[in-house]
T-cell receptor, first 114, second 110 residues
Framework: DGGITQSPKYLFRKEGQNVTLSCEQN?????MYWYRQDPGQGLRLIYY???????QKGDIAEGYSVSREKKESFPLTVTSAQKNPTAFYLC???FGQGGHQPQHFGDGTRLSIL | GESVGLHLPTLSVQEGDNSIINCAYS??????FIWYKQESGKGPQFIID?????DKRQGQRVTVLLNKTVKHLSLQIAATQPGDSAVYFC?????????FGKGTMLLVSP
Protein backbone atom coordinates (compact mmCIF):
# COMPACT_ATOMS: atom_id res chain seq x y z
CA ASP A 1 0.00 0.00 0.00
CA GLY A 2 1.22 3.50 -0.82
CA GLY A 3 1.35 5.99 1.98
CA ILE A 4 3.28 8.16 4.36
CA THR A 5 5.04 6.63 7.35
CA GLN A 6 6.05 8.68 10.35
CA SER A 7 8.19 7.32 13.15
CA PRO A 8 8.32 7.06 16.03
CA LYS A 9 4.71 7.50 17.12
CA TYR A 10 5.82 8.88 20.51
CA LEU A 11 9.11 10.62 21.29
CA PHE A 12 10.54 12.14 24.45
CA ARG A 13 13.19 14.83 24.53
CA LYS A 14 15.49 15.84 27.34
CA GLU A 15 16.59 19.42 27.91
CA GLY A 16 19.33 20.47 25.49
CA GLN A 17 18.81 17.48 23.24
CA ASN A 18 18.16 17.42 19.49
CA VAL A 19 15.70 14.83 18.23
CA THR A 20 14.89 13.75 14.68
CA LEU A 21 11.46 12.74 13.42
CA SER A 22 11.29 10.46 10.41
CA CYS A 23 8.94 10.83 7.43
CA GLU A 24 8.99 8.45 4.46
CA GLN A 25 6.59 8.33 1.50
CA ASN A 26 6.21 5.81 -1.32
CA UNK A 27 3.64 7.81 -3.27
CA UNK A 28 6.24 9.26 -5.67
CA UNK A 29 5.17 12.73 -4.56
CA UNK A 30 7.43 15.68 -5.34
CA UNK A 31 6.51 17.94 -2.43
CA MET A 32 6.74 17.18 1.28
CA TYR A 33 5.72 19.25 4.31
CA TRP A 34 6.09 19.37 8.09
CA TYR A 35 3.38 20.81 10.32
CA ARG A 36 3.02 21.34 14.02
CA GLN A 37 -0.36 20.91 15.74
CA ASP A 38 -1.16 22.17 19.24
CA PRO A 39 -4.41 21.42 21.09
CA GLY A 40 -7.32 23.42 19.73
CA GLN A 41 -5.20 24.83 16.93
CA GLY A 42 -4.98 24.39 13.19
CA LEU A 43 -1.87 23.08 11.52
CA ARG A 44 1.09 25.44 11.30
CA LEU A 45 3.72 24.97 8.59
CA ILE A 46 7.30 24.44 9.76
CA TYR A 47 9.18 23.61 6.54
CA TYR A 48 8.37 22.36 3.08
CA UNK A 49 10.28 20.95 0.14
CA UNK A 50 9.09 20.97 -3.45
CA UNK A 51 12.08 19.11 -4.89
CA UNK A 52 15.07 17.07 -3.74
CA UNK A 53 17.92 19.11 -2.21
CA UNK A 54 15.73 22.18 -1.80
CA UNK A 55 13.46 23.33 1.02
CA GLN A 56 11.81 26.51 2.31
CA LYS A 57 10.92 27.85 5.73
CA GLY A 58 7.30 27.92 6.72
CA ASP A 59 5.63 30.12 9.29
CA ILE A 60 7.33 28.69 12.39
CA ALA A 61 10.76 27.40 11.26
CA GLU A 62 12.79 28.73 14.19
CA GLY A 63 14.28 25.91 16.26
CA TYR A 64 13.77 23.29 13.54
CA SER A 65 15.86 21.97 10.66
CA VAL A 66 15.20 19.64 7.72
CA SER A 67 16.96 17.88 4.87
CA ARG A 68 15.71 16.44 1.57
CA GLU A 69 18.45 14.17 0.21
CA LYS A 70 16.01 11.67 -1.27
CA LYS A 71 12.59 12.13 -2.86
CA GLU A 72 11.07 9.63 -0.44
CA SER A 73 12.40 11.10 2.80
CA PHE A 74 12.04 14.40 4.65
CA PRO A 75 13.33 14.15 8.25
CA LEU A 76 12.68 16.95 10.74
CA THR A 77 15.12 17.77 13.54
CA VAL A 78 13.77 19.57 16.60
CA THR A 79 16.78 21.37 18.02
CA SER A 80 17.48 22.52 21.56
CA ALA A 81 16.76 26.06 20.34
CA GLN A 82 13.05 25.16 20.14
CA LYS A 83 11.95 26.08 23.65
CA ASN A 84 8.41 24.74 23.44
CA PRO A 85 8.65 21.55 21.39
CA THR A 86 5.79 19.63 22.97
CA ALA A 87 3.28 19.12 20.14
CA PHE A 88 1.88 16.70 17.57
CA TYR A 89 4.03 16.76 14.42
CA LEU A 90 2.51 15.87 11.05
CA CYS A 91 4.25 15.14 7.77
CA UNK A 92 2.46 15.43 4.43
CA UNK A 93 3.20 15.04 0.74
CA UNK A 94 1.59 16.04 -2.56
CA PHE A 95 2.04 15.72 -6.31
CA GLY A 96 3.63 18.58 -8.16
CA GLN A 97 5.34 21.61 -6.76
CA GLY A 98 2.41 23.97 -6.38
CA GLY A 99 -0.18 24.10 -3.67
CA HIS A 100 -3.16 23.12 -5.84
CA GLN A 101 -3.05 19.45 -5.01
CA PRO A 102 -4.39 17.71 -1.91
CA GLN A 103 -1.79 16.93 0.70
CA HIS A 104 -1.77 13.43 2.15
CA PHE A 105 -0.76 13.04 5.78
CA GLY A 106 0.99 10.51 7.95
CA ASP A 107 -0.34 9.59 11.39
CA GLY A 108 1.96 11.92 13.28
CA THR A 109 4.62 11.87 15.99
CA ARG A 110 3.80 13.13 19.47
CA LEU A 111 6.82 14.82 21.04
CA SER A 112 6.99 15.47 24.77
CA ILE A 113 9.59 16.94 27.11
CA LEU A 114 11.02 14.81 29.92
CA GLY B 1 -5.85 10.26 23.44
CA GLU B 2 -5.14 13.09 21.02
CA SER B 3 -6.30 16.40 22.43
CA VAL B 4 -6.56 18.21 19.11
CA GLY B 5 -10.20 18.98 19.85
CA LEU B 6 -9.69 21.07 22.99
CA HIS B 7 -11.58 24.39 22.88
CA LEU B 8 -12.83 23.88 19.33
CA PRO B 9 -16.30 24.85 18.13
CA THR B 10 -18.44 21.75 18.42
CA LEU B 11 -21.40 20.54 16.39
CA SER B 12 -23.50 17.83 18.01
CA VAL B 13 -25.96 15.88 15.86
CA GLN B 14 -28.00 12.71 16.00
CA GLU B 15 -27.21 9.75 13.81
CA GLY B 16 -29.06 10.08 10.51
CA ASP B 17 -29.21 13.87 10.59
CA ASN B 18 -27.50 16.01 7.97
CA SER B 19 -24.52 18.02 9.26
CA ILE B 20 -23.24 21.35 8.00
CA ILE B 21 -19.79 22.54 9.01
CA ASN B 22 -18.79 26.07 8.12
CA CYS B 23 -15.49 27.78 7.44
CA ALA B 24 -14.69 31.43 6.78
CA TYR B 25 -11.48 31.88 4.85
CA SER B 26 -9.29 34.95 4.94
CA UNK B 27 -7.53 35.38 1.63
CA UNK B 28 -9.57 36.65 -1.31
CA UNK B 29 -6.79 35.43 -3.63
CA UNK B 30 -7.27 31.80 -2.53
CA UNK B 31 -8.45 29.65 -5.41
CA UNK B 32 -8.25 26.09 -4.10
CA PHE B 33 -9.91 24.70 -1.00
CA ILE B 34 -9.83 21.35 0.79
CA TRP B 35 -11.78 19.72 3.61
CA TYR B 36 -10.00 17.28 5.91
CA LYS B 37 -11.24 14.94 8.64
CA GLN B 38 -9.01 14.17 11.62
CA GLU B 39 -9.79 11.36 14.04
CA SER B 40 -8.25 11.15 17.47
CA GLY B 41 -4.55 10.27 17.33
CA LYS B 42 -4.42 10.23 13.53
CA GLY B 43 -3.32 12.50 10.72
CA PRO B 44 -5.86 14.50 8.68
CA GLN B 45 -7.63 12.56 5.95
CA PHE B 46 -8.61 14.19 2.65
CA ILE B 47 -12.39 14.40 2.15
CA ILE B 48 -13.06 16.65 -0.83
CA ASP B 49 -11.63 19.66 -2.64
CA UNK B 50 -13.01 22.47 -4.79
CA UNK B 51 -11.49 25.08 -7.08
CA UNK B 52 -12.68 28.66 -7.23
CA UNK B 53 -14.24 28.24 -10.66
CA UNK B 54 -16.89 26.04 -9.02
CA ASP B 55 -19.63 26.81 -6.47
CA LYS B 56 -20.47 23.25 -5.51
CA ARG B 57 -18.91 19.82 -5.64
CA GLN B 58 -20.35 16.52 -4.50
CA GLY B 59 -18.71 13.37 -3.26
CA GLN B 60 -20.01 10.30 -1.53
CA ARG B 61 -22.36 11.61 1.18
CA VAL B 62 -20.50 14.94 1.20
CA THR B 63 -21.04 18.24 -0.58
CA VAL B 64 -18.79 21.29 -0.47
CA LEU B 65 -20.24 24.73 -1.19
CA LEU B 66 -18.09 27.75 -1.97
CA ASN B 67 -19.30 31.35 -1.71
CA LYS B 68 -16.48 33.58 -2.92
CA THR B 69 -18.46 36.77 -2.37
CA VAL B 70 -18.44 36.34 1.39
CA LYS B 71 -15.36 34.06 1.54
CA HIS B 72 -17.28 31.16 3.00
CA LEU B 73 -16.91 27.42 2.60
CA SER B 74 -19.21 24.74 3.95
CA LEU B 75 -19.14 20.96 4.17
CA GLN B 76 -22.43 19.10 4.20
CA ILE B 77 -22.51 15.50 5.38
CA ALA B 78 -25.66 13.56 4.57
CA ALA B 79 -27.07 10.92 6.92
CA THR B 80 -24.36 11.45 9.51
CA GLN B 81 -23.00 8.30 11.15
CA PRO B 82 -21.14 7.75 14.44
CA GLY B 83 -18.01 7.06 12.38
CA ASP B 84 -18.17 10.65 11.14
CA SER B 85 -17.30 11.92 14.63
CA ALA B 86 -13.99 13.76 14.24
CA VAL B 87 -12.46 17.21 13.86
CA TYR B 88 -13.00 18.77 10.43
CA PHE B 89 -10.59 21.33 8.96
CA CYS B 90 -10.84 23.54 5.94
CA UNK B 91 -7.68 24.62 4.12
CA UNK B 92 -7.12 27.28 1.47
CA UNK B 93 -4.35 28.25 -0.91
CA UNK B 94 -3.61 30.68 -3.67
CA UNK B 95 0.08 29.89 -3.98
CA UNK B 96 2.28 26.99 -2.96
CA UNK B 97 1.24 26.21 0.59
CA UNK B 98 -2.03 25.51 2.41
CA UNK B 99 -3.40 27.61 5.26
CA PHE B 100 -5.53 25.60 7.70
CA GLY B 101 -8.46 26.71 9.81
CA LYS B 102 -8.63 25.74 13.48
CA GLY B 103 -11.28 23.10 12.94
CA THR B 104 -14.74 22.09 14.13
CA MET B 105 -15.43 19.02 16.21
CA LEU B 106 -18.39 16.94 15.02
CA LEU B 107 -20.00 14.69 17.62
CA VAL B 108 -22.54 12.15 16.39
CA SER B 109 -24.70 10.39 18.93
CA PRO B 110 -26.53 7.15 18.14
Amino acid sequence: DGGITQSPKYLFRKEGQNVTLSCEQNLNHDAMYWYRQDPGQGLRLIYYSQIVNDFQKGDIAEGYSVSREKKESFPLTVTSAQKNPTAFYLCASSFGQGGHQPQHFGDGTRLSIL
Amino acid sequence: GESVGLHLPTLSVQEGDNSIINCAYSNSASDYFIWYKQESGKGPQFIIDIRSNMDKRQGQRVTVLLNKTVKHLSLQIAATQPGDSAVYFCAETGYSTLTFGKGTMLLVSP
